[in-house]
Structures are given as C-alpha cells and as structure tokens.
C-alpha cells in the first residue's frame, strides 16, 4: 500500500495527476529512509533534510514532522513491512500561477498584448498558494542488515557532472535527478561486452572534484583521518553521511573535510560509501584499481549496527 496525498491506496491505484508540478517539472523534494522493526532510522535528520530542501525551493510541506510520521507508520502496516526501504516525496501541487493572458496591458504590433505572460511561462511559474501533495512508499528492505557483510561495490568515475546548487539548489533531494541517471546510464554503456556495469558511479562536480554517487555517499580513510568531500552549498545524497560522520567523531576519529580527485580515493588506505540500505559497504575497486575496507571501515560498520540496534531497542 502507498499513502499519497493523505490516504492509503493500493499500488495499482496510485497516481497523481498529469498537472502535478511533481511529475509535470519534477518540482518537488524526496528523500529514502531505512526502517527497522518498524522504526524509522534517524528520523529527525531525514525530517530536517526534506523539510529544509521544501524551504530553499520555496514551498510549505503543507504536513508537520508528527503528521508524516503518522502517514510512514500507516504505510508500513498496511503494506505488512517492518524492515523496508521508504520514500517520502512532496510535491509543489497542481497547477501554475494562473495569471491570465493580456490582463490589462496594451496591445502590441501584432495585436497582442504588451507584457502578457505566455501560456508556457505561465505554466512554469510557481503558484503563490500551492497545495502540496505528500507521497509515501515502501518496498521490502534488502536481506544484508546494517553491520553484516554487506557485499563491497565496484565504483567508477563518470563523465556526467553533479548538477551545480547556483543552478538546482538542493539538487540531489529534488525530483530531478537527471545526473544520477545520466551517470547510471554511462555506467551502462561504459560496461564490458562480458560483464555488468559498475555497482555505482563517482560524481564530480566542474572542477573534477568528488561530490557523490548517484545514491550513495563515498568517504575514505587517509592519514589516520576519515576523509569526506567538501558539499558547499551541496546537500548531502543521502542522510546516512551525517550518522557515519558523527560515529566517527564520537570514537575520537579526526574527520577532514575537503576537495578530492578521484586519485585521492583510489590510493587511499581504505574507501567506503555510506549508503542507507546496509550503513557502511567497502568500495572493492574504484576504476579498476584495488582499495578495499579495513579497520576503520570494520569499526563504522559495527558502531552502525550498535545504533540500529538501539534504535530497534
């Protein structure tokens, strides 16, 4: 069962209308959290991702932290799920600003008016009162729980550049999400005739710096310091960054912030992704080169699962 714009429907009959500015200009924000026993994992992070992306884009979520809440836990019992993988999207709502064609200007040459809106525009033009709709799914969680031996990933670096935050703020908790799909498909055609494509693909941004896969977030261990890129205006791809940032700091691990090449995660000591189905997974191979997991690696992993745990508990 989904839970779309305030009530549970089956999933053959969940839609949204064709004007939705969600599915019409992909104006809308979505994040993915990981449940376990029915409890959402860091809740209140993913609650302030979305809810501050719904902010820099201009809209009122239209639904408080408690009501979404309320809609999740509905969701899960109806579909029958106590680990799942859920997405909460919020849309702008129907419609443009519906300002109407030559309202009061004066024609021009060609009989037109002067300074009228174009029906295109006007169509794009955000509404000055929208009426968000709220969207919810969950789908079976992975087998691999958090801290088991989640299989490593192969990672590769892709043409395709990380959408810029002066063009798209909030980008990666945005409906467009044509980067990551264009680099998932580079991915695909980049595959060898006799084998499958990379696990997940390193997203740059113009400068050639590391930013973030397409649903995951890389970190690596240099220097006896945990390593992540520097996101500026960037969010984070998903929540689970946060969380493994502040396990680390907590076990008194320095954590260094910074503009990274590709180069420097492949000859880094160890390289992982943070990522919110499994927590913590190895990279095996970033292009072809060897990089692997190691002790710190095995620490984060397991401080995750101590979390869950107490999150279970």
Do not use: K
Request: charge should be negative.
């Amino acid at each position: 069962m989904y839970h779309v714009d305030g009530r549970l429907v089956d999933p053959d009959d969940a839609t949204l209308p064709l004007d939705d500015r969600g599915v019409a200009l992909g104006d809308a924000v979505t994040d993915t959290l990981r449940v376990y026993d029915g409890t959402p994992f860091a809740w209140r992070p993913h609650v302030d991702r979305l809810f501050g992306a719904c902010e820099r884009h201009g809209f009122d979520p239209g639904v408080d932290a408690a009501t979404l809440r309320a809609r999740v836990e509905e969701t899960l019992a109806a579909a029958g799920l106590d680990d799942a993988l859920v997405r909460v999207s919020i849309t702008r709502g129907r419609g443009g600003a519906g300002r109407e064609i030559g309202d009061g200007n004066t024609a021009d040459g060609d009989g037109r008016r002067a300074g009228s809106v174009l029906p295109d525009a006007d169509r794009l033009r955000p509404p000055a009162d929208p009426d968000p709709t709220v969207v919810v799914t969950a789908t079976p969680a992975p087998s691999a729980d958090a801290g088991t031996e989640a299989a490593p990933l192969t990672l590769q670096t892709v043409r395709t550049r990380a959408i810029a935050p002066d063009a798209v703020p909030a980008a990666p908790l945005t409906h467009n999400r044509l980067d990551a799909v264009r680099a998932q498909a580079e991915l695909r055609r980049a595959a060898p005739p006799d084998g499958g494509p990379a696990d997940e693909a390193l997203l740059l941004d113009a400068e050639g710096h590391v930013v973030g896969g397409t649903a995951s977030d890389p970190l690596f261990v240099d220097g006896d310091a945990v390593r992540l890129p520097a996101l500026g205006d960037r969010p984070a791809r998903t929540g689970t960054r946060s969380v493994v940032r502040e396990l680390a700091a907590a076990e008194d691990l320095p954590v260094v912030t910074g503009s990274y090449t590709p180069a420097d995660v492949r000859e880094a000591e160890e390289a992982f992704v943070a990522e919110p189905s499994a927590g913590v997974r190895p990279v095996a191979r970033l292009d072809g080169v060897a990089v692997g997991g190691g002790p710190v690696t095995d620490l984060l992993s397991r401080l995750f699962a101590e979390r869950v745990a107490a999150t279970r508990g």
